[in-house]
């Protein structure tokens, strides 16, 4: 495929168009501040900035090329409106490590046998939102407004731990993040996948996992 990538001279994006090149993808670089032209492009891949990405999706959304976002803290309810009227795909996911989203599922059906619990999120000190969006996300599947904890320092990546509390016992579900290209798997996925999607917005990843 033809992609276009926002955010190719982040950390995220370096390690995950190296891996969507070595897959035999045809990688566009667009840095932040790009004017963004995408056109011909089977899809765009943003990893930017909440600031930048909605800018980025609605300029390649009008040039016709669906998107996948990883970027977080950020509302894609109107430019998936806008994907819906013209027949595109827009997929959003807080997290596009495969073992990242599987314990989001494991915290969803753990949550059902334990009275409390207690979400940990600790990434590197340069991510701007917080709670991280992984963390949001589990926080609804689990239901019950589940108290979330952030940390932010230097020799992070993205981690998460889910503590569940009952009596007698606790129960712990940890996913760690070592290296960004990690993340090329949900992305490859996602290409994989995008033109199956329904047109219009998608979220997580939990949604392309059988």
Not at 166 to 194: C, Y
Request: contains cysteine; hydrophobic residues 45%; negative net charge.
């Amino acid at each position: 495929m033809n992609i276009a990538f926002f955010g190719a001279e982040g950390k995220a994006g370096s390690a995950i168009v190296s891996r969507l090149r070595a897959a035999g993808h045809e990688v566009r670089e667009l840095e932040l501040g790009d004017e963004p032209d995408v056109a011909g492009c089977d899809a765009a891949v943003d990893f930017t900035t909440p600031e930048a990405a909605p800018l980025d999706v609605r300029a390649a959304l009008e040039q016709g090329v669906s998107c996948i976002v990883g970027t977080t803290g950020w509302d894609p309810g109107e430019l998936g409106a806008i994907a819906a009227e013209r027949g595109l795909r827009l997929f959003v996911a807080p997290n596009f490590s495969i073992g990242a989203v599987l314990m989001m599922r494991f915290a969803r059906e753990a949550a059902a046998h334990f009275p409390r619990a207690e979400i940990v999120e600790l990434h590197n000190e340069a991510k701007k939102d917080a709670p991280s969006g992984t963390a949001k996300a589990t926080a609804v599947l689990m239901g019950g407004e589940p108290a979330i904890h952030s940390v932010r320092l230097p020799g992070l990546v993205a981690h998460q731990e889910v503590i569940f509390g009952g009596e007698g016992q606790l129960l712990t579900i940890r996913h760690d993040t070592t290296g960004r290209e990690s993340f090329a798997d949900g992305v490859l996925l996602a290409l994989e996948k995008l033109d199956e999607l329904p047109p219009g917005l998608t979220l997580g990843l939990e949604a392309l996992l059988s």
